[in-house]
C-alpha cells in the first residue's frame, strides 16, 4: 500500500510540519522584540513583587524538649509558651469557612487535618512504649516462635518487658498502648464542644490502622475477615478499657490495681502487685501531669511519656495505714502502749 493510499499519513506529516514552522516563527520574532541593552539600561529599575510571607510558611520556634520541662517524676509540665510548639496556621479561606461551618455545629477541614496529624505524633508515642517485632516473620521458611497457647512472641526491649517480665506479643502491645492512649483521651475530653470527639476519634483510627498492619506484616493474617473480626474483639477491649481506667479513677486505687491486672496483666496469678502498684501510680501522675499542660500542649503533640519506674521510691514507703487500728479496743490498747 502506498502513501498515497493512505491520507491520514500525509495529514499527520502536514500538522507536524505546520507545527514545527509556527514554532519557529514563534521563537524567531520572540528573539526580535527582546530589548536591547542600551534600550534598559538607565530605564526605570524592574520591581518584582514578592510574596506576602504567612505564618505557616515560617520556620517553627523552637520549642523546648520534654526532658527540659519535667518534673521530678519525669512526667511533663508544660508551663511556658516556649514549650508550646507552633503548628501551621490556617488561611483566611479556611478561618473563614471553618467559622461558618463552626456556626453550623460541624468541624473545619482544617482542623480535621491537623487532628490527624497531631494524632498520628501522638499516638507513635503510646506505641512506641511496649514495640516489639518478630524477625522470623521477614525469613522465608522460619516458623514464628509460638507460646503454650499458640500466641505468637516476639522481640522486645524497654521497662515494660524487662522490669515486668510481660511477653513481647501483639496483646501486650495493645494493651500498653491502650494505656497510654487513655491518658490522651482523659485530656482530650476537656477540649471544647465538637472537637474533643474528633481529636479522640483520629487518635482510635491510628490505633487501629496500626493494629490491621501488625496482623498483616507480623502474624500474617492475610484474610480480611479475620483481621476485622479481630480488630472488632480489640475494639471491644478498648470500650472495656476505658470503662474499667475510668471506674478506677472515681472509685480508688485498689479498683485501678485490678483494672491494670485484668488488663495489662492478663489476670495472672502470680504476679508482683508492686508493680501493679507502679502502673497504677504511673497512670495517677500522668493525668496530674496532662491535666496541667495546656490545650496546645497536646494539639503541638509535645508529650512524651516517662518510665514507671520512677514511681518505686513511692511504692516501697510504707503505708500509714499499716499502724492504724481496726477498731476501738485496739485503738485504746495501742494509745496505752503509746503506739497510737
Sequence with gaps: MSVTSRPYLRTIGSIARSTQHQTEAAQSNYVQRLPRRSDWEHSRPLVFPTRRRRLHDSAPRKASTPEENADKW???????KEAISAYNAPSAKERDRDSRQHRAGTVGDSEHNKAIAATETLFKECARQADYFIPQAFEKGV?????????????GTGW????????PNFNTWAQVTFLHMYLLTVRMRYFSEGYANVWMQHLHDHFFWE????????????????????????????????????????????????AVWRNVFTAKADVD?????LVVGFMRRGVRALDKAGDRA???????????MSEMPLVLKPSRGLHEPFNEEDEIAAAKEGKW
Excluded at 519525669?74 to 511556658?80: E, H, L, N, S, V
Design 74 to 80: 519525669g512526667m511533663p509540665i508544660y508551663k511556658t
Design 143 to 155: 516458623e514464628i516462635p509460638k507460646t503454650a497457647d499458640a500466641t505468637d512472641i516476639g522481640q
Design 160 to 167: 515494660w518487658y524487662e522490669n515486668l517480665g510481660l511477653e
Design 211 to 258: 493494629a490491621e498492619h501488625r496482623m498483616t506484616i507480623f502474624h500474617k493474617i492475610n484474610s480480611r475477615t479475620l483481621r476485622n473480626t479481630y480488630l472488632k474483639d480489640l475494639y471491644n477491649q478498648w470500650r472495656g478499657v476505658q470503662g474499667a481506667y475510668d471506674e478506677g479513677l472515681v472509685k480508688g486505687d485498689a479498683v485501678l490495681a485490678t
Design 273 to 277: 502487685w508492686k508493680y501493679v502498684a
Design 298 to 308: 497536646i494539639v503541638g503533640s509535645m508529650v512524651r511519656f516517662g518510665s514507671p
